[in-house]
T-cell receptor
Framework: DSGVTQTPKHLITATGQRVTLRCSPR?????VYWYQQSLDQGLQFLIQ???????AKGNILERFSAQQFPDLHSELNLSSLELGDSALYFC???????????????FGQGTRLTVV | DAKTTQPPSMDCAEGRAANLPCNHS???????VYWYRQIHSQGPQYIIH???NNETNEMASLIITEDRKSSTLILPHATLRDTAVYYC????????????FGIGTKLQVIP
């Protein structure tokens, strides 16, 4: 158990719909990262938050957005869903950035999104 | 962040050492080498990391060449439970921003 909790574990929804994926980081971790993994693909970095602020953005679509709340949990919002958005979405957390160097990231078990 | 190159797949006999190579020829002086693995479709699991010295922990050993352009992850006695995809990434200190894991090496441990 990594200590990172993602809900829901599975999600099936129709094209055009909007969903929200939730991530609770490990206790004390300030950084949250979101990754997308399509079938037989590597993990693609989407976005990073640190203590409530966006710190880095990867190849995240404009239809996707995220935020980190004061209690440090994070949500990834996916809208106008398309079939190609079907994937595993992972959240990871680490203790920090900047002065907190070389801290490994701990990954949750992912949310499997299926768009039909 | 520097990119890495790994063989797409490898086999290893159970009980033998598994040596997984990674090329990172464009690594910068302040970039660390990290290894993760992903068993089936579970969340990736941290294994080990290093800068320039060889490292060992309870899971594996990491050997980094003197020029830091390549590294090898060693699982000393592979078991069936080590069957997984192994990812080698390099990153600067201070976070995982914009690090994409690539497709890694699919290690199959054979009975």
């Amino acid at each position: 158990d990594s200590g990172v909790t993602q809900t829901p574990k599975h999600l099936i929804t129709a094209t055009g719909q909007r969903v929200t994926l939730r991530c609770s980081p490990r206790s004390g971790d300030l950084s949250v990262y979101w990754y997308q993994q399509s079938l037989d693909q590597g993990l693609q970095f989407l976005i990073q938050y640190y203590n409530g602020e966006e710190r880095a953005k990867g190849n995240i679509l404009e239809r996707f957005s995220a935020q980190q709340f004061p209690d440090l949990h994070s949500e990834l919002n996916l809208s106008s869903l398309e079939l190609g958005d079907s994937a595993l979405y992972f959240c990871a957390s680490s203790s920090g950035t900047g002065q907190h160097r070389n801290t490994e990231a701990f990954f949750g078990q992912g949310t499997r999104l299926t768009v039909v | 962040d520097a990119k890495t190159t790994q063989p797409p797949s490898m086999d290893c006999a159970e009980g033998r050492a598994a040596n997984l190579p990674c090329n990172h020829s464009t690594i910068s002086g302040n970039e660390y080498v990290y290894w993760y693995r992903q068993i089936h479709s579970q969340g990736p699991q941290y294994i080990i990391h290093g800068l320039k010295n060889n490292e060992t922990n309870e899971m594996a050993s990491l050997i980094i060449t003197e020029d830091r352009k390549s590294s090898t992850l060693i699982l000393p006695h592979a078991t069936l439970r080590d069957t997984a995809v192994y990812y080698c990434i390099v990153r600067v200190s201070g976070g995982y921003q914009k690090v994409t894991f690539g497709i890694g090496t699919k290690l199959q441990v054979i009975p």
